[in-house]
């Protein structure tokens, strides 16, 4: 059973520039949340998207933006890309049972340069 | 009030010996704490995790002690192995009709054979 599939593994962008994430939910999951993890630190919550659309928000800027697709898969996109965007992002799905089944994916590591 | 606190940065221990990283939050509101262990170039993957109903949770090697009056809870890892050296993350969350996690800082720990 494949877990949580994210794409690309890496990606190098230049600053200003849009970039796409894709990820694939583990399968029976129906809820994706992405995070962005900045070198040392912790992951921090962006959005949660369910029955695609955006339920719940952390505190980052409307440059990021995402959408969930009708099978349930998921891309977070980011304009305007700034120096600080360098992390990796890593997605997670769930169910929508209450506190089943979150698992991460492996990340995609973004490097704006 | 979002914040988790996590200490120590960095730990060092001994093949055999006991690791225990500590955390402390804010919100009452949280209803649910895992604890996710990280390696290199890999996405977070949870180890144990724990509600407030009760003090501790044991599973193989891996206890959370949890103290709800201090806002604190503890991950200790018995007999630590040289394979446990990885990132280790504590989180809380409110347990609604979606998880999204407030992740410490983090602990890297490094166990000597």
């Known amino acids: 059973d494949a877990g949580v599939t994210q794409s690309p593994t890496h990606l190098i962008k230049t600053r200003g520039q849009q970039v796409t994430l894709r990820c694939s939910p583990k399968s029976g999951h129906d809820t994706v949340s992405w995070y962005q993890q900045a070198l040392g630190q912790g992951p921090q919550f962006i959005f949660q998207y369910y029955e695609e659309e955006e339920r719940q928000r952390g505190n980052f800027p409307d440059r990021f933006s995402g959408h969930q697709f009708p099978n349930y898969s998921s891309e977070l996109n980011v304009n305007a890309l700034w120096l600080g965007d360098s992390a990796l992002y890593l997605c997670?799905?769930?169910?929508?049972?209450?506190?089943?089944?979150?698992?991460f994916g492996s990340g995609t590591r973004l490097t704006v340069v | 009030q979002q914040q988790v606190k996590q200490s120590p940065q960095s730990l060092i221990v001994q093949k055999g010996g006991i690791s225990i990283i500590n955390c402390a939050y804010e919100?009452?509101?949280?209803?649910?704490f895992p604890w996710y262990q990280q390696f290199p170039g890999k996405g977070p993957a949870l180890l144990i995790a724990?509600?407030?109903?009760?003090s501790e949770k044991k599973e193989g090697r891996f206890t959370i002690s949890f103290n709800k009056s201090a806002k604190q809870f503890s991950l200790h890892i018995m007999d630590s192995q040289p394979g446990d050296s990885a990132t280790y993350f504590c989180?809380?969350?409110?347990?609604?009709?979606?998880?999204?996690?407030?992740f410490g800082p983090g602990t890297r720990l490094s166990v000597l054979p």
């Open positions: 724990i509600r407030p109903d009760v």
């Open positions: 919100n009452t509101a949280f209803d649910y």
């Open positions: 997670a799905s769930s169910t929508s049972r209450r506190g089943y089944g979150y698992t």
């Open positions: 989180a809380a969350s409110m347990e609604n009709y979606g998880q999204n996690f407030v």
